[in-house]
């Protein structure tokens, strides 16, 4: 199975940007769906965006449509997430997932879907 590690989060002032990366090992990233998701403090985890297996298709959530791009690299085995024009909404625990595809431009945007997950990384966004 895969394994997903997490890194880029850290402490940005609002208005300010940052890259998430997501590293994968134990199998090529090329065979699954890749998603994005975050929990906030105090809340439920939720999708952030998504991006088909050959990274042709990509779907994000409203809130986050037009300041963030989900991206992947299939020969370095990793996918980015490019966060811009930050806010105090976006301060969560960002995780990277996985699910192994399917034919076609295939994606999900519900958690339960992903059955691979990496340990998370820290988003702190200041006003």
């Known amino acids: 199975q895969v394994q997903l590690v997490e890194s880029g989060g850290g402490l940005v002032q609002a208005g300010g940007s940052l890259r998430l990366s997501c590293a994968a090992s134990?199998?090529?990233?090329?065979?699954?769906?890749m998603g994005w998701f975050r929990q906030a403090p105090g809340k439920e985890r939720e999708f952030v965006a998504t991006?088909?297996?050959?990274?042709?298709?990509?779907y994000y959530s409203d809130s986050v449509k037009g300041r963030f791009t989900i991206s992947r690299d299939n020969a370095k085995n990793a996918v980015y997430l490019q966060m811009n024009s930050l806010n105090s909404e976006d301060t969560a625990v960002y995780y990277c997932?996985?699910?192994?595809?399917?034919?076609?431009?295939?994606?999900?945007?519900?958690?339960?879907?992903?059955?691979?997950w990496g340990q998370g990384t820290q988003v702190t966004v200041s006003s």
């Open positions: 134990g199998r090529a990233v090329s065979n699954y769906c």
């Open positions: 991006i088909t297996r050959s990274g042709i298709i990509t």
């Open positions: 997932a996985a699910l192994p595809a399917r034919p076609g431009n295939y994606y999900a945007t519900s958690q339960s879907d992903y059955p691979y």
